[in-house]
């Protein structure tokens, strides 16, 4: 089945630990994006990759990071979580046509 | 002005009439305009993807592009209670994907 998997779905952690979200595709797919939804703001895009090796900051990157060793994985780091960071998170990816894309089921991050 | 704007709702309808939802822009480089539907706690999942004006028809949704006014359109006909989620509009202009806030839609029994 095509998917995108996200893990964890839900996440608890306090100000400073260093947490990493993982997200997988198996769909062969070049772009992938992460995406953080919060109330009255809407999806807005973190960072995004259109192919190994490549990644380009979105919309609201600071305080993330990530990497794209390889095709099918896109991990999201927040090297030290702040509450204000605490929001819905999703992973997408898409092949031809970066605008079809496909949605993980997203990670609940709450950090205290 | 933002770049895409989209009324929030949320928006309740009786069962059977035809939704109505809207976007606009501003921005004229956008080339290909999508509408997601996402129910809660879910992601978001893929209902139209269009490049040209004019209106694109799959099943019970239409969507509609009028590049000249800068606004975009999805007709829900028939609409079931199932159809009750969050619908958001994006638009892409080369890499670059802009999301709208999304409309809450309710489908009253």
């Known amino acids: 089945e095509a998917q995108v998997t996200q893990n964890p779905r839900y996440l608890i952690t306090v100000t400073g630990k260093k947490l990493t979200v993982t997200c997988s595709q198996n769909?062969?797919?070049?772009?992938m994006s992460w995406y953080r939804q919060d109330p009255g703001l809407g999806l807005r895009q973190i960072y995004y990759?259109?192919?190994?090796?490549?990644?380009d900051k979105g919309d609201v990157p600071e305080g993330y990071k990530v990497s794209r060793k390889e095709k099918r994985n896109f991990p999201l780091i927040l090297e030290s979580p702040s509450p204000n960071q605490t929001s819905l998170y999703f992973c997408?990816?898409?092949?031809?046509?970066?605008?079809?894309?496909?949605f993980g089921s997203g990670t609940q991050l709450s950090v205290l | 002005q933002k770049e895409v704007e989209q009324d929030p709702g949320p928006l309740s309808v009786p069962e059977g009439a035809i939704v109505s939802l809207n976007c606009t822009y501003s921005?004229?480089?956008?080339?290909?305009f999508m509408w997601y539907r996402q129910y809660s706690r879910k992601g978001p999942e893929l209902l139209m993807y269009?490049?040209?004006?004019g209106n694109k028809e799959d099943g019970r949704f239409t969507a509609q592009v009028d590049k000249s006014s800068k606004y975009i359109s999805l007709f829900i006909r028939d609409s079931q209670p199932s159809d009750s989620a969050t619908y958001l509009c994006?638009?892409?202009?080369?890499?670059?994907?802009?999301f709208g806030k999304g409309t809450r839609l309710h489908i009253l029994p």
């Open positions: 769909m062969n797919h070049e772009y």
């Open positions: 997408a990816s898409a092949g031809q046509g970066a605008g079809k894309l496909f």
């Open positions: 269009t490049y040209s004006s």
């Open positions: 990759s259109m192919n190994v090796e490549v990644t």
């Open positions: 994006a638009m892409q202009r080369d890499d670059k994907i802009i």
């Open positions: 921005n004229s480089a956008f080339q290909y």
